[in-house]
């Protein structure tokens, strides 16, 4: 069995709608727990608790002198909401480390295509410390691209493709639905010491996590819902 978390937000109908419908198709081999996303309202406490700072640009394009990373500006309506998303991530790393055990992560709107049992063993043994969920097709930039570089690859754990420039950071599709074990969890955590608060899918990259992986066979898909960050 594995633990796998909802970061979802309370008194939100859309967002508790939306993991009730992921509830309905959890695997017979996982134990789905609520957690209670981060708001806009709690960023200010948590951000000086762990002396993190946003360090990602709201327009434009601009060079990460430390990394060599482009980082480009995500649609974002409320900044706040998206510095709340990333601490509702980094609080999930945190409970890894702690759990010191593989974890799955999800955001509300995932929502699992079948209800077989996770290869957890073969998570485990894979290597990789982060490995993506998501199917790609339409959850993503340049999806095509990137679900084909999977397709084509000849075993069921991948790394994470590449499908653009190499200073573009490439993460997996959505970053909706993850499986990270707590050396990935840990790594997450002393990135964003390191680099600052990223959007997840921009510091959870391929050049800054080497083992970052790919499940070749897609266990969960982005339901069509209304953004609760980027509007």
Not at 148 to 171: K, L, S, Y
Not at 199 to 220: E, I
Request: net charge neutral.
């Amino acid at each position: 069995m594995i633990d796998c978390y909802v970061i979802c937000i309370l008194d939100n109908p859309l967002s508790e709608a939306s993991a009730a419908r992921l509830a309905e198709t959890i695997p017979s081999n996982a134990i789905l727990h609520s957690f209670d996303a981060i708001t806009p309202k709690r960023i200010g406490a948590r951000s000086k608790r762990f002396q993190l700072v946003w360090n990602y640009p709201w327009s434009g394009s601009e060079i990460d002198l430390q990394s060599g990373l482009k980082k480009t500006a995500y649609p974002t309506a409320v900044k706040e909401k998206r510095i709340a998303c990333f601490l509702s991530h980094h609080s999930l790393w945190e409970q890894c480390v702690r759990l010191q055990k593989p974890i799955i992560i999800h955001e509300h709107d995932a929502r699992y295509i079948n209800e077989d049992p996770l290869p957890l063993e073969m998570w485990e043994k894979s290597g990789f410390d982060i490995i993506g969920l998501n199917d790609p097709r339409g959850a993503t930039r340049r999806w095509l691209d990137y679900h084909n570089a999977v397709a084509q690859a000849p075993h069921e754990i991948v790394r994470a493709p590449w499908i653009d420039e190499q200073t573009v950071p490439q993460g997996i599709a959505g970053n909706s639905s993850y499986w990270i074990n707590p050396k990935g969890a840990q790594l997450m955590l002393d990135l964003t010491k390191e680099y600052g608060m990223w959007p997840n899918d921009a510091l959870m990259c391929r050049q800054l996590v080497s083992k970052l992986g790919q499940s070749r066979r897609y266990w969960t898909y982005v339901q069509s819902m209304e953004s609760t960050t980027s509007l």
